[in-house]
């Protein structure tokens, strides 16, 4: 026993390491996020407690390839393997701590864990760099540099001098001793690493304690989540989260949900053929624009165009991402929880976008950002649909001004004006902002008018909201503009001082809003309080302009009288399903509606046309890259 009681002791501590470490992590995360404390109570403790399966689970992992390094450094003790057992340790300590580090940083912006996103943006590591600010990197490199200085104290208090004990003589019987226990401690951090011998392995749910989701992100692991997701992110096991009813009781479910008469008189624009200028605004959420939610001050210009307007006030994002938003809104297709079809070039370039068809009809059409359109993809997707102009950054005059990810939305604008007045009648042109993505590009000078929570956002919604006026008045100047209509539409939404955070179905309402003369008079300040999402604004639009909408199956009229009023929408590992009867929210770690409004006599119903609905699409999309264009 004496030969391998060393092997097994310092195994044991290799977990109490990582373990300490995990705990240190933790504590971190809530000093720099400190309402944990102050909402939580003594709830807070019980973060310690109920992270600790999770954390067996993940320290059996990291520990599996350095109980095999223990090994031979027990046969052949010298500095090489030595060597190979430092590389290794520092190696996953590094992994542990800048993820975390990064996770703490990330937590402000998105309030949730990295998830498989993440792998998104680091395909574009020069876009990474530029959305974070120097308070966020500087702050990163802090924190990497605490945790690991941590992590080094930790391994020489308990770790270092055991090292040096893993060496005995070698012989036949010692050598058949201890490969026997290496495989038995490798077989208990596989078991470990399962969670149990219970039938169904250990999942990132075990985890979760609380009502309040950012304790249940503190108590999750961050490296175990992070590892979950890198799966899901190489391929999400559908079979795992897809609904369990008949394919053909889901596809007549969905189906009975588009199928209304579309035909109607309920026009609000005249029969003019008239342009059509798209603003896609980055992050404005209706829960801080004045005219839609309790929050007031920050949107005076926006509030004006809708008294003017017709505004879509129950209106739902079908996703957290600019590349999914905009593929909804060009092209009305849903969110689909897991997947972004912008990054699905085989199955994209079979879907029809506005653009298309209204090409047919002599539009021309063009496609301005700020920033770098290779993000998420959607560079590809404006391509391979056919949009006439393409233009971004590179494109932008010398001498500006520009913020990290983008130019400020004034130079965008003055811009995006000079390409109309430029263009051949009738247009289809499209101008997605920036300022009110994080680092939030804009001239900050002078005092900011909000303060507190989402500060920095609110802030450059007021800038931004500014810019949209002042494009406006110089529009209205413009020989084209009273024959055009403006469509003000969100590509997602954002946390505000009224919801800040991702996990209630009020977190996703965006505005649509349509203006310009071509409105007709009696329409203007209609508010139309029908559910959808920013997918149904091409069916709307398509009939509008009295052209036929078949081309988007899963986009409905918003306008007409028989329209069935729902919205579906992805959220992070999870969706959502809007109606007249109330709201559900569905967490697939949790396997549980984390938000249901709707009553006991509705349930039922509601479940299924969501879950119909979850189905149905993904079938679509799964069968995409099998269709004939």
């Known amino acids: 026993m004496k030969t391998i009681s060393p092997f097994l002791r310092v195994t044991a ?47 059996a992992f990291l520990s599996a390839s350095l109980v095999l390094s223990f090994f031979v450094l027990s046969h052949v003790h010298n500095r090489w393997t030595k060597l190979l057992f430092y590389v290794l340790l520092g190696l996953e300590t590094l992994f542990v701590s800048v993820l975390h580090s990064a996770e703490i940083n990330a937590y402000y912006e998105w309030n949730h864990k990295l998830t498989s996103r993440v792998f998104m943006h680091l395909s574009n590591p020069d876009e990474v760099m530029r959305t ?42 010692r050598t058949s001793l201890l490969t026997l226990t290496t495989a038995l401690l490798l077989g208990i951090s596989l078991l470990l690493a399962r969670g149990g011998w219970q039938q169904i392995p250990i999942n990132i749910d075990a985890a979760y304690y609380s009502k309040n989701q950012k304790l249940n992100d503190l108590s999750v ?3 175990y989540f992070f590892g979950n997701s890198y799966f899901l992110f190489l391929k999400t096991d559908f079979k795992d989260i897809l609904p369990t009813i008949a394919p053909k009781v889901a596809e007549k479910t969905s189906n009975s949900l588009f199928t209304f008469d579309r035909n109607h008189s309920n026009y609000v624009l005249e029969d003019s053929k008239p342009n059509l200028v798209f603003v896609i605004l980055e992050s404005w959420t209706a829960n801080a624009i004045g005219c839609l939610s309790h929050t007031k001050g920050a949107t005076p210009n926006f509030d004006r165009l809708a008294k003017n307007g017709v505004l879509f006030s129950n209106i739902y994002a079908t996703n957290t991402t600019s590349e999914i938003g905009n593929t909804s809104i060009l092209a009305g297709y849903p969110g689909i929880p897991e997947v972004a079809i912008s990054l699905y070039p085989e199955k994209h370039r079979k879907i029809k976008s506005i653009n298309q068809v209204l090409k047919s009809s002599g539009y021309t059409s063009s496609y301005l950002f700020s920033g770098d359109l290779k993000y998420g993809n959607i560079q590809s997707f404006i391509v391979e649909h056919g949009f006439d102009n393409i ?11 520009r913020g990290k990810l983008n130019y400020f939305d004034k130079d965008l604008y003055s811009f995006f004006l000079n390409q ?12 997605f902002t920036g300022s009110t993505h994080p680092p939030y590009d804009y001239p900050k000078k002078g005092k900011q008018k909000f303060y507190g929570a989402e ?22 100047r413009q020989k084209w503009y009273k024959n055009t209509i403006f469509v003000f539409v969100a590509d997602h939404s954002h946390g505000s001082p009224a ?3 991702p996990y209630t179905t009020s977190f996703f309402r965006i505005p649509i809003l349509l203006y310009g003369e071509p409105i007709l008079k009696a329409a203007r300040g209609k508010v139309v309080t029908n559910i959808g999402s920013q997918a149904d604004l091409a069916a709307t639009l398509m009939h509008q302009l009295r052209l036929p909408n078949e081309h988007f199956p899963f986009s409905k009229d918003l306008l007409s009288p028989n329209v069935k009023q729902f919205a579906f929408h992805a959220t992070i ?35 299924l046309q969501s879950e119909s609905l979850f189905l149905s699409y993904f079938r679509h999309f799964d069968g995409l890259d099998r269709k004939r264009k």
Request: hydrophobic share 45%; net charge positive.
């Open 455 to 476: 500060a920095n956002f609110m802030n450059s919604l007021v800038y931004a909201d500014k810019c949209l006026g002042d494009f406006l008045k110089k529009a209205k």
């Open 391 to 401: 233009l971004d950054e590179n494109n932008f005059p010398s001498g500006l001004s």
């Open 221 to 223: 692991n961050s490296a």
């Open 132 to 173: 974070a600010d120097i308070k966020s990197t500087i702050l990163f490199f802090i924190f990497l540099i605490v945790e690991l200085t941590v992590a080094f104290l930790i391994y020489r208090r308990i770790l270092h001098k055991r090292i040096g004990r893993l060496k005995f003589e070698n012989s036949w019987w």
């Open 499 to 501: 919801v800040e955070k």
């Open 420 to 431: 109309i007045n430029a263009s051949k009648e009738p247009f289809m042109q499209c101008a």
């Open 573 to 607: 590992r999870g969706y959502g399903f809007i109606a007249p009867e109330g709201s559900l929210l569905y967490n697939f770690d949790s396997k549980t509606y984390v938000e249901n409004t709707v009553s006991k006599h509705n349930f039922k119903k509601a479940k």
């Open 13 to 59: 501590i290799l977990f109490v390491y990582w373990l300490i470490l995990f705990d240190f992590q933790r504590i971190v995360f809530s000093l720099m996020h400190f309402d944990v404390f102050t909402k939580s109570g003594w709830e807070y403790i019980g973060v310690f407690f109920y992270s600790l399966r999770l954390d067996f689970a993940t320290a």
